[in-house]
Nanobody
């Protein structure tokens, strides 16, 4: 079992950057594909980005493509989400998740086995 803890959330002005981190403990992170999801108030949780076990493959939601970058440092057991050019509609609780079964990350929430408790990101206009 792996435990995930997100950090780096906060309040930022529109157009600004923010970097989220997801630290893993319990098992080696390199055994998992990793994903970031988010949930805005009153909305369902949605896919943001995912990265393969080695970090060589990444996928993004269309809404963040070109603005967000997912990366990982397996030596530090940490996954990152660099968010640039933030918009008010990016306001949400951001969750990281670990997928044991798939080498590459997927869009599908149900395929992830472990979840963090989330970190709040608020973008002011």
């Amino acid at each position: 079992q792996v435990q995930l803890v997100e950090s780096g959330g906060g309040l930022v002005q529109a157009g600004g950057p923010l970097r989220l981190s997801c630290a893993a403990s319990g098992r080696t992170l390199s055994n998992y594909a990793m994903g970031w999801f988010r949930q805005a108030p009153g909305k369902e949780r949605e896919f943001v980005a995912a990265i393969s076990r080695s970090g060589g493959n990444t996928i993004y939601a269309d809404s963040v493509k070109g603005r967000f970058t997912i990366s990982r440092d397996n030596d530090k057991n940490t996954v990152y989400l660099q968010m640039n050019s933030l918009k008010p509609e990016d306001t949400a609780v951001y969750y990281c998740a670990a997928d044991w079964d798939n080498y590459s990350g997927t869009y599908y929430e149900y395929q992830y086995d472990y979840w963090g408790s989330g970190t709040q990101v608020t973008v002011s206009s």
